[in-house]
């Protein structure tokens, strides 16, 4: 028998439709059929200024929208050598690694809620709230931040910044420690994961799966410790890698990384360096509202940033970082004018879904809801 | 400004994957920019290429991140086919480039070597309108299954009607 499930499916976590075949309560085979949100996004990048894609690159994976922002400035920065000064580094590590407990809890609490256990999901979002009014305080905007700029960040925190990350970093391993204890050693909980939707490291490579879910079957890779940038060279964390490869392998490593983030959130937080947060490069960074109402030639650096954009040197540049999901990568290329020739995202979770039929076939069907938690799937991120 | 891009094959024959890939000869040209090795191949030659570079105990590429594609119309060979490689044991990237021109967009489908190239040509085939010989499900991934033409053409407009 073939069954539909989605694409207005509460736990495929956004539009996804799945075919699946079944015999009994065996899947035998499992098509993804995807696209119901595609917007034509790399598209879109080739009509706009560079400055101006920043704000579509939230709205490809809107539960780490800093992450993405990063990737694409990263790679932008690349193409024209600029300089990055250290607090911006810190703040975009600071941020990233908010974005990444943030990102974990979304799915952590609907992860949950689609087996069977709801209060996790109350408490997630508990959570999810302090950091979206931090994100609110630091950028205006709760989810689709638009905080970096190419070449820095767009403002400095405001004052009160720092002590609601300091709260928020202070109490959240207690937080972590309510969640392990609704979850870690709960029978039905273990029932529903443990063993299920197994995926081997060499599978891992052979299908393009990267991040929580590779390394929860043994892949010890992450681009923050092995490809360090943004600075990430200068903090000291450990890699959490499982050997087991199943849903409950990749619960518990989440767990630990939320952990693990929050440890670098502190180290960035306490390390914070003084000085500029925007590099000197006035023909790509918009200049401070002070200088631009006393100074003539910041005025007109400016206006022509703003109606002509700045040009980038001709080449193409692949950049890479470890988003909550794997392996987020921007290739970029430039043909020397003041719009992106080509940018193309390389979505984790468009690899990741690619192994969602080796994980839910010869498995009972009511797994298949597990399996598609697990691998922590982004719809937006998968069609663009 | 950037540093000029190095493009001189003798400089860069050390690089462990150029040196597998002439070993086999089938380099056409190289590129160093920006920190980033560019290799390019003949389209007829990438899957042997893509083996080479994943079997090779001096380059060990085993896992491949990313398979785009760019139109560069009005210019011919049209199409560029791009492959991001990446070494976990070696910790460095390469870039494949495979030229495909506008006349006959087709070129051999990675399938056999890594499986994981499924959905990326699935989305050029349906983006860009390339023929992947070999590929068992070449259907549209993110348009409709009626839809015309490809969306990421140079020559399909940005906003309005075709």
């Known amino acids: ?11 495929t976590h956004g539009v996804l439709r799945l075919l699946l075949e079944i015999d009994g309560e065996t899947v035998v085979k499992c098509i993804p059929d995807i696209g119901y949100l595609h917007t034509g996004i790399e598209k879109t990048c080739e009509a ?12 490809i994976d809107y539960l780490c929208p800093m992450t993405n922002n990063l990737t694409y400035c990263l790679a932008v920065e690349k193409l024209l050598q600029l300089e990055i000064p250290p607090r911006a580094q810190y703040l ?4 990233n690694e908010l974005t990444r407990i943030n990102s974990h809890l979304v799915w952590l609490g609907t992860h949950a809620l689609d087996i069977g256990a709801m209060t996790v999901f109350l408490y997630c979002f508990r959570e999810r709230e302090q950091l979206l009014r931090i994100f609110e305080n630091v ?25 609601k990350v300091k709260d928020f970093i202070d109490k959240f391993p207690k937080r972590v420690d309510e969640y392990e204890g609704l979850l870690t050693s709960n029978p039905i909980w273990i029932e529903r994961t443990r063993g299920v939707a197994h995926l081997t490291a060499d599978d891992c490579i052979a299908l393009g799966v990267s991040g929580p879910t590779a390394r929860a079957s043994g892949i010890d890779w992450d681009l923050r410790r092995d490809m360090p940038y943004s600075s990430y060279e200068k903090f000291k964390f450990k890699v959490p890698v499982a050997a087991s490869g199943d849903v409950y392998a990749r619960y518990l490593l989440r767990v630990q990384e939320l952990r693990e983030s929050n440890s670098i959130a502190r180290q960035a937080l306490e390390g914070m360096p003084q000085g ?23 005025l007109i650096y400016h206006f022509k940033i703003v109606t002509e954009g700045f040009s980038v040197p001709a080449g193409e540049v692949y950049q890479a970082v470890e988003s909550p999901r794997g392996e987020m990568g921007y290739y970029v290329r430039s043909d020397g004018t003041a719009k992106p020739y080509r940018v193309h995202m390389r979505g984790a979770c468009f690899a990741n879904l690619h192994a969602l039929e080796k994980l839910c076939v010869g498995r009972l069907l009511a797994d298949v809801v597990a399996a598609i938690g697990s691998i922590d799937i982004v719809l937006g991120e998968i069609d663009r | 400004m950037p540093q000029p891009a190095i493009t001189d094959l003798e400089q860069l024959k050390d690089r462990p994957a150029v040196a597998a890939l002439q070993a086999a000869s089938l380099v056409e040209s190289v590129k160093l920019d920006r920190d980033e090795l560019t290799i390019y191949i003949n389209r007829a030659d990438i899957r042997q290429a893509c083996e080479t570079l994943r079997e ?3 380059t060990k590429f085993n896992f491949l991140c990313d398979v785009t594609c760019v139109d560069v ?12 490689l990446l070494s976990h044991s070696r910790k460095e990237r390469v870039r494949l480039i495979a030229k495909v021109p506008g006349g006959d967009p087709s070129i051999e489908s990675l399938m056999g070597v890594w499986p994981s190239v499924n959905f990326f040509e699935r989305e ?17 991934i993110m348009m409709p299954e009626d839809w015309e033409g490809h969306p990421l053409r140079k020559d399909y407009p940005v906003e309005g009607y075709r």
Not at chain 1, 48 to 59: A, G, I
Request: no cysteine; charged share 20%; aromatic share 12%.
């Open chain 1, 92 to 95: 975009r590590v600071l941020l």
């Open chain 1, 48 to 59: 706009k200024f560079y400055q101006q894609v920043v704000p579509l690159t939230d709205r």
């Open chain 1, 276 to 298: 500029p947060f925007k590099s000197d490069a006035p023909k790509v960074v918009l200049p401070d509202r002070e200088k631009m109402k006393t100074q003539m030639e910041a």
């Open chain 2, 73 to 84: 119309f009005p210019s011919e060979p049209r199409f560029e086919v791009i492959y991001h």
């Open chain 2, 124 to 140: 050029i085939f349906d983006l860009f309108g390339l023929r992947f010989l070999g590929h068992p499900n070449l259907r549209r």
């Open chain 1, 1 to 11: 028998m073939i069954l539909n499930m989605g694409p207005q499916h509460p736990s």
């Open chain 2, 56 to 58: 090779s105990p001096q």
């Open chain 1, 139 to 163: 950028s205006g905007q709760r989810m689709m931040t638009s905080y970096f700029r190419i070449g820095g960040v767009s403002l400095d925190p405001p004052l009160d910044f720092w002590s």
